[in-house]
């Protein structure tokens, strides 16, 4: 189904666009309704759209050489994705879920090019877009390069911190298995680690919110581990490296 | 020292731009010399140029969150660096430092940003180089989630590969302890992973190069592992997990 010209208008990417250009992108997209669970994107398929979404949350999605799968990051409303295909025209990169009920609008490949090369504002947009999406990944690779697991749960829920008027908080948290898989662990380690970090009250729950009591303790607890963490687990990395460098 | 228009004429992100432009360019722009294992750029510095590699050869460093380093990507003469922070005006995401004697040129911020939003043809280049960045950053982070060390080795040589009229060859390979940081584990794992293929046949040292005499084997060991990989490192992985999993 087509999109309002209100709805284009209200992409982010496209504010301050003149009137006559927005009601071109407007007729030139559609928009489709996606449930839960549903796949938005498929890794390797042919880029003949760039993608909106609209209301509701996905996350990208991808397949270790292994076969795990694991999830990279979440996109939230008004964020576009699929830009890399649209860019560089080889296939999908990753694959993209549905995680709620969600409304996703598309603009033809084409277009989106021209919009994108022509306008400086657009250009600029995309650009410090996709300088965020490097950072965050290479913060993610960073964090995925600590040997221990309960340690790479502690420095992922670090970047979920927020400060409010209430103190540093953690809001809208992804589901344990959700955490698992972006910090490649099992969903057990992620439960035992948050139990863990409310046992010593670094991190209390309230409602669906986490209020973070002592942010310099979790900051610790990402660096350094905890003494209070179980040892199985605690001394995974370490006995990695042993190993190897005995090896 | 200021640069040569024919220089900066030569540099890919350029090519195509009118004589006009490129004189005004190359005015703007300096060059300097650095040693090799010099930093040219330090993580968290303030981004005041774009940065260009004239000759030589460079490696992006970071550091992971318990201090140790890790490798991300090399840089090779005619490619740019230190684009994250000119387009987001954030510090310096990684540090560079020079693997061999290199030269690189610097554009300031401001003019550097003026040429990319405004030039369609730059715009064009800059986001294309954006998506590969991307792609890399999200192939080495999919290596990175293997849980074995010799896998990650394997992966990462596969990386390296490239089809050539006598067949499929590694050229170039960096130093073992390099492709150490870049796969996060130790040496002596990168020496012993190289040692295996090597007396397996899977690869075959000729002078500095490497031939890749079973291409499907080195696939499969990226995937599956090897048997003739030692008992210690090949369990690693499987190890981790259990432990995580019995938490």
Redesign the interface.
């Known amino acids: 189904m087509p999109i309002a010209l209100e709805t284009a208008a209200n992409i982010p990417l496209f504010k301050g666009l003149d009137q006559e250009t927005l009601i071109t992108v407007a007729k030139l997209m559609s928009s489709r309704s996606f449930l839960s669970h549903d796949i938005v994107l498929r890794k390797g398929d042919e880029a003949d759209h760039l993608c909106f979404l609209l209301a509701g949350q996905l996350q990208v999605v991808?397949?270790?050489?292994?076969g795990?799968e694991?999830g990279?990051h979440f996109i939230s409303p008004g964020a576009y994705f699929g830009?890399?295909s649209v860019?560089?025209g080889?296939p999908r990169?990753?694959s993209i879920v549905s995680v709620k009920p969600s409304e996703v609008a598309f603009l033809p490949t084409a277009q989106a090019r021209a919009l994108?090369?022509?306008r400086?504002l657009v250009?600029?947009r995309?650009?410090?877009h996709?300088?965020?999406?490097?950072?965050a990944?290479?913060r993610?690779?960073?964090?995925?390069?600590?040997p221990n697991?309960f340690?790479r749960v502690f420095?992922q829920l670090q970047q979920f911190v927020r400060d409010t008027n209430e103190g540093q908080v953690i809001e809208g948290l992804p589901k344990q298995h959700e955490i698992a898989i972006m910090v490649?662990?099992?969903r057990?380690?992620v439960s035992?680690a948050l139990h863990t970090l409310m046992k010593l009250n670094i991190v209390e729950k309230k409602g669906t919110i986490f209020i973070v009591n002592r942010p310099d303790q979790l900051k610790t607890a990402?660096?350094?581990g905890l003494d209070e963490m179980?040892a199985?687990?605690a001394n995974?990395g370490p006995?990695?490296?042993k190993?190897?460098?005995?090896?």
């Open positions: 991808d397949v270790t050489e292994d795990r694991i990279i830009e890399l860019i560089d080889a990169s990753a994108i090369f022509n400086p250009a600029e995309f650009l410090t996709f300088a965020q999406i490097v950072r990944s290479s993610q690779r960073t964090l995925l390069s600590i697991a340690q420095a490649n662990t099992s057990e380690t035992r990402a660096v350094a179980p199985t687990n995974n006995k990695v490296e190993a190897e460098k005995a090896a």
